[in-house]
């Protein structure tokens, strides 16, 4: 079974920074890693993914503020986010794509999501 844990969440104020941290169990290989939010009332939204090869894509209310990265050999993903706004606070959910277990492979799986809150 492939779960996906975040870690790294928590309570920021305007212009801080916080470090995300997705790990990926019982898996061999992960196509795309990433991260997407959800707001209260809004629709769940990408933030950044990266592929295997390191190819990225961030959405444009973050391009210059929030990197990706990942480590292939832990099947890890992270979200670096600096300059953090009020209007980052949401639930980060980590997501993976393109999944190969011993046994199966998985279209996608999402983790159980962690709170940013951005607040002074």
């Known amino acids: 079974q492939v779960q996906l844990v975040e870690s790294g969440g928590g309570l920021v104020q305007p212009g801080g920074s916080l470090r995300l941290s997705c790990a990926a169990s019982?898996?061999?290989?992960?196509?795309?890693m990433g991260w997407y939010r959800q707001a209260p009332g809004k629709q769940r939204e990408l933030v950044a993914t990266m592929t295997s090869s390191g190819r990225t894509n961030y959405a444009d209310s973050v391009k210059g503020r929030f990197t990706v990265t990942r480590d292939n050999a832990r099947n890890m993903v992270y979200l670096q986010m600096n300059s953090l706004k009020p209007e980052d606070a949401a639930v980060y959910y980590c997501?993976?794509?393109?999944?190969?277990?011993?046994?199966?492979?998985?279209?996608?799986?999402w983790g159980q999501g962690t709170l940013v809150t951005v607040s002074s």
């Open positions: 019982a898996v061999i290989t992960i196509n795309t």
């Open positions: 997501n993976a794509a393109g999944i190969a277990t011993l046994t199966r492979w998985y279209r996608e799986v």
